[in-house]
């Protein structure tokens, strides 16, 4: 069974910093594109960011340019999230998810990704 797993989230003051980590199992990340979500309480999931299985290219949410950056490293099969600069609206559960999109028609739309972790919170308070 294709399994992934979030870690990482955690209570942080505005303007700190966290690193989300995405780990697969059970199926090899060399293949798909994978994506960050995020959904708040009362709010609709969105993309934050994804990252194509092939030539490392990355897309962001304007929300999060120039805080947030998307790596992988597949021999590790993990995907990362560094969050930079946060602020109390970055405050959600966050999801990594896996699409076979490829880097050409890869997308932030939470109903293109297949497999999904059961999510990390994140809380950004003073």
């Known amino acids: 069974q294709v399994q992934l797993v979030e870690s990482g989230g955690g209570l942080v003051q505005p303007g700190g910093s966290l690193r989300l980590s995405c780990v697969a199992s059970r199926f090899t990340l060399d293949y798909y594109a994978i994506g960050w979500f995020r959904q708040a309480p009362g709010k609709e999931r969105e993309g934050v960011s994804c990252?194509?299985?092939?030539?490392?290219?990355?897309y962001y949410a304007d929300s999060v340019k120039g805080r947030f950056t998307i790596s992988r490293h597949n021999a590790k099969n993990t995907v990362y999230l560094q969050m930079n600069s946060l602020k109390p609206d970055d405050t959600a559960v966050y999801y990594c998810?896996?699409?076979?999109?490829?880097?050409?028609?890869?997308?932030?739309?939470?109903?293109?990704?297949?497999?999904w972790g059961q999510g990390t919170q994140v809380t950004v308070s003073s």
């Open positions: 998810a896996a699409t076979p999109l490829s880097a050409a028609t890869m997308t932030l739309r939470p109903y293109e990704y297949d497999y």
């Open positions: 990252i194509s299985s092939s030539d490392g290219r990355t």
